[in-house]
């Protein structure tokens, strides 16, 4: 009997922000796999090691957590006056399946510092020392991401002393800005689908809830954690480990992506896992973080927590802090009233792992609110490059 041989696929294996993913240069994938379709899932799925029934990944570069599920495809930009086009790709764990339907905000920051590094920023914008700015087109969400990414002797810097709660070691500060992080729309509704900074969410056999329902970075549902039984303290074992909260959790998220019209039934969020993310949040409170640091309460504005892929994630995925910012910045959302409500132009927030500040700039336009930009740091760093090899006959 006969088996293929495996290929190798140049990559690189990076960390941003709290996340890590496998990063590609889109002309180097296989031929087939340089287009959307069955074959590049099913190269990505087998790089990353899904579908695992275990839930561990071991075979391949996934660490079996949404965090480190991730795959990133980068090209230099087809639009004008941007210099690299990415696309992200979410794949599950135990499913044959790789969601394209958001962004991740966290991987975004390794983004600038890989199209710097691989050549597709072009030489002149690059300065030999100081900070490159990096005009990212986000190809899942049709949006434009700026990425400032320190250089050093005409090199990314990727050392530097900025920490980031979730993440052991410091580095180098990469600010990020999302302009009009905002979804679309010519009602001027679209943040919020349902045009209602406050909804009524009726989730059979679970209860009836306030719900902020907003589409800022990534389609969110923020809910208030005592409504749902929570304090906004609870770290990843207290959810993640109750196979019921997590169920109510996906059933709450399916409501709430039908009420946001990203889905026509209940039965379609199965196959759109990434989005929309669930999040509930309390007015600040003192915990004890994962890594055993402490949170008082004048440390952050608020709380949240939000889940990724079905559970409660370790920190805070990028776009949902977007999406923190953006409902903090407008008046009587239960984000902005958790944080004590009123006019701000940033806020700080506290999650499992600590805090994180983010900024946004919202205003009232026509009697509809729209964002310019929201901002935040994050780091990145080159943890492997080289190839990955899969069989040549799994895609």
């Not at 303290?233 to 993640?240: K, P, S």
Request: proline letters at 4%.
């Amino acid at each position: 009997m006969s088996f293929a041989p495996q290929i190798k696929i140049p990559a690189t294996y990076m960390r941003g922000g709290t996340s890590k993913g496998v990063f590609f240069k889109l002309d180097d994938l296989p031929e087939r796999a340089q287009v959307a379709g069955q074959a590049r899932d099913q190269l990505l799925l087998r790089v990353i090691g899904s579908p695992d029934p275990y839930g561990k990944q071991i075979d391949g570069m996934g660490a079996a957590t949404s965090s480190t599920s991730k795959t990133v495809i980068l090209a230099k930009s087809s639009q004008a006056e941007h210099d690299v086009d990415y696309l992200f790709g979410q794949v599950s764990i135990d499913k044959a399946f790789v969601d394209w339907s958001g962004n991740c905000g966290n991987l975004t920051a390794a983004v600038g510092s890989f199209a710097i590094s691989n050549g597709l920023v072009a030489a002149e914008r690059i300065p030999e020392n100081g900070i490159c700015t990096v005009r990212i087109w986000q190809a899942n969400i049709q949006k434009t991401i700026i990425a400032h990414v320190p250089v050093t002797n005409g090199q990314v810097q990727e050392t530097g002393d900025f920490e980031l709660d979730g993440v052991t070691f410091p580095a180098a500060e990469v600010q990020i800005e999302f302009l009009d992080p905002a979804d679309d729309g010519e009602d001027g509704g679209a943040m919020f689908p349902t045009g209602n900074l406050v909804d009524t969410l009726e989730v059979p056999e679970i209860g009836t809830f306030q719900a902020t329902l907003i589409n800022a970075g990534i389609p969110t549902i923020f809910l208030n954690a005592e409504d749902i039984g929570y304090q906004g303290t609870e770290l990843q074992e207290a959810i993640n480990g109750d196979a019921a909260a997590l169920a109510r959790f996906e059933k709450i998220r399916a409501y709430g992506a039908v009420k946001m019209g990203l889905i026509k039934d209940i039965s379609e969020a199965a196959n759109r896992q990434h989005t929309p993310k669930v999040a509930f949040v309390s007015k600040p409170k003192a915990y004890t973080s994962s890594s055993g640091k402490q949170v008082t309460e004048t440390d952050a504005d608020l709380l949240v927590r939000a889940l990724s892929m079905g559970k409660l994630h370790h920190a805070m995925m990028g776009t949902a802090a977007v999406a923190i910012g953006t409902a903090a910045a407008i008046p009587n959302t239960l984000v902005n009233l958790a944080a004590g409500g009123g006019e701000r132009e940033a806020v700080r927030f506290g999650h499992p792992s600590g805090t994180l500040r983010v900024g946004a700039q919202a205003l009232s336009e026509n009697g509809q609110w729209v964002v310019k930009k929201a901002i935040m740091s994050r780091s990145a760093r080159v943890l492997m490059e080289g190839w990955v090899r899969v069989p040549a006959d799994s895609f």
